[in-house]
C-alpha cells in the first residue's frame, strides 16, 4: 500500500479533553485499517479555545475551532485533521476536502440540570447556560421565562460552574457527554424534531488538503455514507441561509428506506423561529438541504436571518 512509504501521518486537533477523545475514535479506526501505520497526534490551539471571555458569536465565525488547524494542513504540518462537524463552516477552503464523515453519534441535545429537574419544571427564573445562538433561541421558545446566560469552556469547566452555583442548568451536546464517558448526568434528552440539532451535530469529519491524494485514499476507508449523505445535506441547508454561527439555525437529516428527511429551522433572538421538513431522494443531499432552506427563507426565514445580523452588529 503506498501509504506505508510515508515516513508518518500526523493527525492535527485541538488539545481538549473532548477533541482528544475524537480524534483517538478516528485514529483507532485508521490503525485498524492499517495496523503498521506510523501515526502521531498534534495539537493545535485555536482562537476559540484562547479567547475565553466573550461569547463565541462575538469573536468569530465557524472558523473559530477550525482556522488554525487549516494553517496547519496548508504548511505540511499536519496530513489529516479531525473535527466535530458542527465547528466546520458550511463552505470549506477549495484546497481542502472533506474526505471522511465516521458514523454519527447521538445527535441531539441534552438538559443536565444541578438539581435533575426538567426543562418544563425548572423554576421561572432559572438560570440555563449555553454558549449556543440556536440552543438559546429554541429555549426561549419553549420557556421564555427562563434567564438565559453565556458559557464558556469545556465540557468539565460547564459542568463545573453548574455545581458550583452559577447556572441551575446547563445544554449540551449528547455526542460530546457520551464521548467522555458522562451521559449519566444528563437530566433531559431532547426531542430533535422539536429541539433541531446543530448542522453536523453528532458527526466527526476528517479534512485532509485537496492535493494529497494519498491521505484522501486512506480517510476515505473511514467514511460512513449515511453520516455522510445526511450531514452534506445539513451543510447545504445552512450554506443556503448563508448564516453564520452568530445566526440560530439548525438542521438535522436522516435516512430510510432510500429517502431523506431533513427538518430545518431558521431563529433570530428572543425564541421566534420558523421551521420546516421535506422529504427527498437520498441521490441528491445538497439539492436537498437547499430546497428547504429557500422554502424556510421565503416563509418569513428571511426576515429572521435579517433580525439576527442587525443584533450581532
Given at each position: 500500500m503506498r501509504i506505508a512509504q510515508r515516513r508518518t501521518i500526523t493527525i492535527g486537533t485541538r488539545a481538549s479533553?473532548?477533541?482528544?477523545?475524537?480524534?483517538?475514535?478516528?485514529?483507532?479506526?485508521?490503525?485498524?485499517?492499517?495496523?503498521?501505520?506510523?501515526?502521531?497526534?498534534?495539537?493545535?490551539?485555536?482562537?476559540?479555545?484562547?479567547?475565553?471571555?466573550?461569547?463565541?458569536?462575538?469573536?468569530?465565525?465557524?472558523?473559530?475551532?477550525?482556522?488554525?488547524?487549516?494553517?496547519?494542513?496548508?504548511?505540511?504540518?499536519l496530513d489529516l485533521a479531525v473535527h466535530s462537524a458542527k465547528d466546520l463552516s458550511s463552505r470549506l477552503s477549495p484546497d481542502m476536502v472533506l474526505a471522511a464523515f465516521l458514523p454519527r453519534a447521538d445527535p441531539r441535545d441534552v438538559l443536565v440540570s444541578r438539581d435533575s429537574v426538567r426543562l418544563a419544571d425548572l423554576p421561572s427564573g432559572a438560570r440555563v447556560g449555553t454558549s449556543s445562538p440556536r440552543r438559546a433561541c429554541l429555549l426561549g421558545a419553549l420557556r421564555p421565562d427562563l434567564v438565559l446566560l453565556d458559557i464558556r469552556g469545556?465540557?468539565?469547566?460547564?459542568?463545573?460552574?453548574?455545581?458550583?452555583?452559577?447556572?441551575?442548568?446547563?445544554?449540551?451536546?449528547?455526542?460530546?457527554?457520551?464521548?467522555?464517558?458522562?451521559?449519566?448526568?444528563?437530566?433531559?434528552?431532547?426531542d430533535p424534531d422539536v429541539f433541531i440539532p446543530a448542522v453536523g451535530q453528532g458527526a466527526l469529519a476528517v479534512e485532509v488538503r485537496a492535493e494529497d491524494h494519498v491521505i484522501i485514499e486512506l480517510a476515505a476507508r473511514l467514511n460512513d455514507p449515511g453520516t455522510a449523505t445526511a450531514v452534506r445535506a445539513e451543510r447545504a441547508f445552512l450554506a443556503a441561509i448563508g448564516g453564520s454561527c452568530s445566526l440560530p439555525v439548525g438542521a438535522y437529516?436522516?435516512?430510510?428506506?432510500?429517502?431523506?428527511?431533513?427538518?430545518?429551522?431558521?431563529?433570530?433572538?428572543?425564541?421566534?423561529?420558523?421551521?420546516?421538513e421535506l422529504t427527498w431522494q437520498a441521490s441528491d443531499p445538497e439539492r436537498a438541504g437547499s430546497t428547504l432552506a429557500e422554502q424556510l427563507l421565503a416563509n418569513g426565514g428571511r426576515e429572521l436571518v435579517a433580525a439576527g445580523e442587525a443584533v450581532s452588529l
Open positions: 479533553k473532548l477533541a482528544l477523545a475524537q480524534t483517538e475514535i478516528v485514529h483507532a479506526s485508521l490503525l485498524g485499517l492499517a495496523p503498521d501505520l506510523d501515526t502521531r497526534i498534534e495539537h493545535v490551539t485555536t482562537k476559540g479555545d484562547v479567547v475565553q471571555d466573550r461569547p463565541l458569536s462575538e469573536i468569530g465565525g465557524n472558523g473559530l475551532f477550525v482556522t488554525q488547524i487549516e494553517e496547519a494542513l496548508r504548511a505540511g504540518r469545556n465540557v468539565d469547566s460547564r459542568l463545573r460552574k453548574m455545581h458550583e452555583g452559577q447556572y441551575e442548568a446547563i445544554v449540551l451536546a449528547a455526542a460530546g457527554l457520551e464521548r467522555l464517558g458522562l451521559a449519566e448526568g444528563v437530566t433531559e434528552w431532547f437529516a436522516t435516512i430510510e428506506d432510500g429517502s431523506l428527511q431533513i427538518r430545518g429551522m431558521i431563529g433570530a433572538p428572543g425564541g421566534r423561529v420558523v421551521r420546516g
